[in-house]
C-alpha cells in the first residue's frame, strides 16, 4: 500500500509560480510513474503531468506544456510539479498518483493517490 501526501498548494497570482510536492510511503517508489492530475470545481479530473519511473521520460497536458515541470527525487521518494506562468484557469485541486509500471495518462490506470492540494490563481 502507497500513501501519497501533497504539498505546496496557496494562492498566487496569474503568472506566478508554485511548485507541489507529493512524498510517498509504504512501497517501492522507484518502481511506480507518478503522476499530476487536477480537478476544478464542477469539472471532471483531468491529466497534467507524468514521469516515469526512472525520470527521463515525461508527458504533459496540451494546457500545461512549456509551463509546468514534473521531475522525481527516487531517493527521497518525492515527485514534484514545478508550475510557472500560472493562469486563472489552472485553478484546481491538484492531486498525485502513483501506478506500477509504464507511464500512463488516465485516471483508471492510477492505482493510488494522494488527498490533493488546493491551487488558487487569482487574476
Known amino acids: 500500500q502507497v500513501q501519497l501526501i501533497e504539498s505546496g498548494g496557496g494562492l498566487v497570482q496569474a503568472g506566478g509560480s508554485l511548485r507541489l510536492s507529493c512524498a510517498a510511503s509504504?512501497?517501492?517508489?522507484?518502481?511506480?510513474?507518478m503522476d499530476w492530475f487536477r480537478q476544478a470545481p464542477g469539472k471532471e479530473r483531468e491529466f497534467v503531468a507524468a514521469?516515469?519511473?526512472?525520470?527521463?521520460?515525461?508527458i504533459y497536458a496540451n494546457s500545461v506544456q512549456g509551463r509546468f515541470t514534473i521531475s522525481r527525487d527516487n531517493a527521497k521518494n518525492t515527485v514534484s510539479l514545478q508550475m510557472n506562468s500560472l493562469k486563472p484557469e489552472d485553478t484546481a485541486v491538484y492531486y498525485c498518483?502513483?501506478?506500477?509500471?509504464?507511464?500512463?495518462?488516465?485516471?483508471?490506470?492510477?492505482?493510488?493517490w494522494g488527498k490533493g492540494t488546493l491551487v488558487t490563481v487569482s487574476s
Open positions: 498518483a502513483a501506478n506500477w509500471g509504464g507511464i500512463a495518462t488516465t485516471t483508471g490506470a492510477m492505482e493510488y
Open positions: 509504504g512501497g517501492t517508489f522507484s518502481g511506480y510513474a
Open positions: 514521469i516515469n519511473w526512472t525520470g527521463k521520460r515525461t
